[in-house]
């Protein structure tokens, strides 16, 4: 990944409110312990940078795995964390597609504006593990 790949990674992260900081990966491994974000821990060998969504994990998702699926650029999903459960890189894509989907109410004959109140409840505690050469 090139300066100007990655400077273009962290504006669409930040525009998305997602933290993005590349640390080592014994200062994560130490910070995860007993923490949600535990299950990440076999994940944190070589190049890491960590992302964090504290409001919409889908935007965060779809910022990574638009940048995980340019062929020309470097940057590999490793792992996810939302809720305290491991997601795979498959995971991470679906949740990345989610808001393509239309969200539909009984109550109402035009689609939703908001994910469902489940969506809402656990993006406060999202994420993302990626590789960065």
């Not at 130490?30 to 974000?37: D, V």
């Not at 890189?89 to 939703?112: E, G, N, W």
Request: glycine share 6%; charged share 25%.
């Amino acid at each position: 990944m090139n300066v100007g790949q990655a400077t273009s990674l962290r504006n669409e992260l930040r525009g998305a409110s997602v933290e993005y900081k590349v640390f080592k990966n014994t200062l994560l491994e130490l910070a995860a312990k007993g923490t949600g974000a535990e299950p990440l821990s076999p994940y944190l060998a070589g190049p890491t940078a960590v992302a964090i969504s504290y409001d919409d994990p889908v935007s965060a998702a779809k910022v990574l795995s638009k940048f995980a699926k340019d062929p020309l650029g470097k940057f590999v999903l490793k792992a996810g964390v939302l809720s305290g459960k491991l997601l795979d890189v498959k995971q991470i894509q679906a949740l990345a597609d989610l808001r393509r989907v239309r969200f539909s109410s009984p109550r109402c004959s035009a689609p939703c504006r908001r994910p469902p109140p489940t969506l809402s409840a656990c993006s406060r505690h999202c994420r993302f593990v990626g590789s960065r050469p």
